[in-house]
């Protein structure tokens, strides 16, 4: 299992009128706990794009727990359980004021600039079978 965590600050832009975070807002803080996690660990979207490879979200779910309100310091807890192969699967869980409040997944599949799907470039796959080698905690 690889873990990231990733730290923000909820803006006033995310929020409605009661100051709850609206829900959607969770999804971009995923990609955030994403994108953070596999940068944390030598991977960064950037480069794989500009190999032309796209990981789009086929799957995604989210329980909302709490909410988060304005100003709160959330923490964006990212977690790979498994060594992707041609899926790629991201579980999250959100805190903030030491309270869980939203829980979740995405599911992602690599494909080409047509849309394709593909297999995930060497490197990523190198990488995950470093990260991923028995005894690695």
Do not use: C
């Not at 995923?30 to 480069?47: C, D, K, M, P, W």
């Not at 490197?123 to 470093?130: C, H, P, Q, T, V």
């Amino acid at each position: 299992m690889i873990e990231g965590r990733t730290e923000l600050r909820v803006r006033y832009a995310e929020t409605d009128m009661m100051g709850i975070v609206y829900h959607a807002h969770y999804l971009a803080w995923f990609e955030v706990g994403r994108t953070e996690l596999l940068r944390s660990h030598g991977i960064a979207y950037r480069s794989l794009e500009a190999d032309g490879y796209r990981l789009p979200v086929i799957e995604v779910q989210a329980r909302y727990h709490r909410p988060a309100l304005y100003d709160d310091i959330v923490t964006i807890v990212s977690r790979m359980k498994e060594q992707p192969t041609v899926r790629l699967r991201i579980d999250y869980e959100i805190y903030a004021r030491d309270q869980k409040l939203v829980t979740g997944h995405t599911l992602h599949a690599f494909i080409n600039r047509k849309g394709e799907p593909v297999r995930p470039p060497a490197i990523f796959a190198e990488k995950m079978r470093e990260l991923f080698a028995p005894g690695k905690a």
